[in-house]
């Protein structure tokens, strides 16, 4: 079978609309999700989370987060806690955020913040937002669990 130009020319424009078409079902099929729901708003607060990193840079190498008995154990060190200590840490999961945790930071005499590690699996940064002694503090960790 012979074909002419215009023969060739329809088939080929039928072809790359068919794969123009595939593609952009298969692309609205794709979960598209945001690293943050709400990053209008934490852009806008940068600069405060900035002041509160420089404020948790003096002891932000001696905040341990360790994986024991089943429990995640974020140590911290005396000098960061002075007086009353209230906050959260965010166990955020970049690959989705169904399997974020947010806790209320409850810190022992020790210096100690436990978790239960049931509720935890794969690679976490552990964002640490507190406030001791009129000043706020913000750290982030990496933790590993199997």
Do not use: C
């Given at each position: 079978m012979?074909?002419?130009?215009?023969?060739?020319?329809?088939?080929?424009?039928?072809?790359?609309?068919?794969?123009v078409?595939?593609?952009?079902?298969?692309?609205?099929?794709?979960s598209?999700?945001?690293v943050?729901?709400d990053?209008?708003?934490k852009?806008?607060?940068h600069?405060q989370l900035?002041?509160?990193?420089?404020n948790?840079a003096?002891?932000?190498?001696?905040?341990?987060?360790?994986?024991l008995?089943?429990m995640?154990?974020?140590?911290?060190?005396q000098?960061?806690?002075?007086?009353?200590?209230?906050?959260?840490v965010?166990f955020y999961q970049?690959?989705?955020d169904?399997?974020?945790?947010v806790?209320k930071?409850?810190?022992?005499?020790?210096?100690?913040?436990?978790?239960p590690?049931n509720l935890?699996?794969?690679r976490?940064?552990?964002?640490?937002?507190?406030i001791?002694g009129?000043?706020e503090y913000?750290a982030e960790?990496t933790?590993?669990?199997?």
């Amino acid at each position: 079978m012979k074909w002419n130009w215009g023969t060739k020319l329809v088939v080929s424009m039928a072809a790359f609309m068919t794969m123009v078409i595939v593609f952009v079902v298969l692309m609205m099929q794709q979960s598209v999700d945001l690293v943050e729901s709400d990053y209008y708003p934490k852009g806008q607060a940068h600069q405060q989370l900035i002041d509160k990193r420089n404020n948790a840079a003096v002891f932000a190498d001696s905040i341990l987060v360790k994986h024991l008995n089943d429990m995640v154990q974020i140590q911290f060190p005396q000098t960061a806690i002075t007086g009353k200590v209230e906050g959260t840490v965010h166990f955020y999961q970049r690959v989705s955020d169904k399997n974020d945790q947010v806790a209320k930071l409850n810190v022992d005499s020790l210096g100690i913040f436990r978790f239960p590690a049931n509720l935890l699996k794969g690679r976490y940064i552990v964002k640490i937002d507190w406030i001791s002694g009129g000043n706020e503090y913000y750290a982030e960790k990496t933790l590993d669990l199997p």
